[in-house]
């Protein structure tokens, strides 16, 4: 499975893309931020998008917004620091399929990861 | 300032502590700090805009800086690499997004993207009428504190209110 990891901290990329491998995910792309991402899903052709919140240049939720634009059906989840009720309810109102408040144990993010594959498999 | 704007600070460093390093975090007892007073070697700075404005710094010594981020990234790293310092500014952002989400009444604020500053006796300038609180920590790897100059925005009431009585 193909899956996009775009967060602008390096150090978190690399936290994510370890539990991904402990799922068996290793084929991995990286971008820094919103618009890093947009340039590469088109070659890439994602098949899960794991997307931070607050980065430089295009915010994840402006990222999330354009992208669902053009794919409607790639699940995302949106792992940030954004905690709020308000901002979960704005990410699932511009296409987000699940939601992780970082800080994360790996556990909850490889069950966040299989329960929305789950999911979206079921729908499809 | 208004306790309730700092006692997430405090529930906030012990859970990105506990969750990311499995590392406990015990908080002395905080000062108002003055100005101006330099903060440790390593300070990552984070704004906060919106219903609350200011900024919030996570600041270590070298060596428990060396400590803290060798334990989020699996290995030691080089203070003066792109990664220690990026390490840092993910310390202060989960440390300030989780406790900008305590904030009574809803408030809605925005964090910007952390910047991270090193070098012994840097000072991190405030803005003049926000008074800093800073919170000592106690870990395993050291020292560090937490130094949280941030207010409420006034709203256009209470503002005129108060222009009104200064007049």
């Known amino acids: ?124 | 300032m208004d306790a309730s704007l700092i006692t997430p600070f405090v529930t906030s460093i012990q859970n990105v502590f506990s969750t990311m390093l499995q590392l406990p975090v015990t908080v002395n007892t905080p000062k108002v700090k003055s100005n101006p007073e330099p903060s440790h070697d390593v300070s990552g700075i984070i704004g906060m805009s919106g219903d609350v404005t200011g900024s919030v710094v996570l600041s270590f010594p070298l060596e428990t800086a060396q400590r803290v981020v060798a334990l989020f990234c699996g290995e030691q790293m080089d203070p003066r690499s792109a990664d220690f310092s990026d390490a840092i500014g993910e310390l202060v952002n989960m440390v300030s997004g989780g406790a900008k989400a305590q904030f009574p009444d809803n408030k809605k604020v925005s964090i910007s993207c952390p910047s991270v500053v090193l070098g012994e006796n840097h000072v991190v300038a405030t803005q003049t009428d926000t008074p800093c609180v800073l919170i000592p920590c106690t870990t395993d790897c050291g020292d560090l504190t937490i130094e949280i100059a941030i207010r409420e925005r006034e709203v256009a009431g209470n503002a005129t209110n108060s222009q009104q009585a200064t007049a």
């Open chain 1, 1 to 124: 499975m193909r899956i996009m990891l775009i967060d602008d901290s390096k150090t978190m990329r690399n936290i994510q893309k370890s539990v991904l491998s402990q799922l068996g995910y290793t084929q991995v792309e990286e971008a820094c931020d919103g618009q890093d991402a947009l340039s590469k899903v088109g070659a890439y052709q994602p098949e899960l998008l794991l997307v931070d919140w607050n980065m430089p240049n295009m915010d994840g939720l402006t990222f999330v917004k354009t992208f669902r634009q053009q794919n409607k059906s790639v699940p995302i989840i949106m792992v940030t620091t954004e905690a709020e009720k308000s901002r979960v309810i704005d990410a699932i109102k511009a296409g987000v399929n699940n939601y992780v408040v970082k800080p994360f144990t790996p556990d909850l993010l490889s069950q966040r990861i299989s329960e929305t594959l789950a999911k979206c498999q079921a729908a499809a």
